[in-house]
């Protein structure tokens, strides 16, 4: 197996994870407002923008550096770095899904209040795709 450039890995993951954080904060703020209601949780506060905190944070940042080591690992396995992105965004993706679901039904949280967003592929998509840019650029 070829040597993984560990730091690299890390610094462009927690480029994505950040990617991540601020895309996806667009777009709960845009079509999550239900569901922060329905959770509880970090409601909107009177200017419009959702508090989290930095366990979050740092949690969707330790997804991003994961999804970049999932996508340099997947890499070699594809013809082009765009299927590997695609591969490791879907993954990432699937794996937040299925842990929010465990606390959407544990929570009693109404289904129809998530389905918005499953459109936070979106925003790991971008993110991976970042991430992935930035890895494949050639240290001088």
């Given at each position: 197996?070829?040597?993984?450039?560990?730091?690299?890995?890390?610094?462009?993951?927690?480029?994505?994870?950040?990617?991540f954080s601020l895309v996806?904060?667009?777009?709960?703020?845009?079509?999550?407002?239900?569901?922060?209601?329905?959770?509880?949780?970090?409601?909107?506060?009177?200017?419009?923008?959702?508090?989290?905190?930095?366990?979050?944070?740092?949690?969707?940042?330790?997804?991003?550096?994961?999804?970049?080591?999932?996508?340099?690992?997947?890499?070699?396995?594809?013809?082009?770095?765009?299927?590997?992105?695609?591969?490791?965004?879907?993954?990432?993706?699937?794996?937040?899904?299925?842990?929010?679901?465990?606390?959407?039904?544990?929570?009693?949280?109404?289904?129809?209040?998530c389905v918005p967003l499953?459109?936070?592929?979106?925003?790991?998509?971008?993110?991976?795709?970042?991430?992935?840019?930035?890895?494949?650029?050639?240290?001088?």
């Open positions: 197996m070829r040597f993984l450039n560990l730091l690299r890995i890390i610094l462009c993951g927690l480029v994505s994870g950040t990617v996806n904060a667009v777009l709960v703020d845009k079509i999550g407002s239900e569901f922060l209601a329905a959770a509880g949780a970090h409601t909107a506060t009177g200017d419009g923008t959702a508090k989290t905190g930095l366990g979050l944070y740092l949690a969707t940042v330790a997804a991003g550096i994961w999804a970049m080591w999932l996508y340099t690992v997947v890499r070699p396995l594809f013809s082009s770095g765009f299927g590997a992105a695609i591969a490791a965004s879907l993954a990432w993706w699937l794996l937040a899904s299925l842990q929010s679901l465990k606390w959407i039904l544990l929570l009693g949280i109404p289904l129809s209040a499953t459109a936070n592929v979106v925003p790991t998509v971008i993110a991976v795709f970042v991430g992935s840019f930035l890895l494949s650029l050639k240290s001088s």
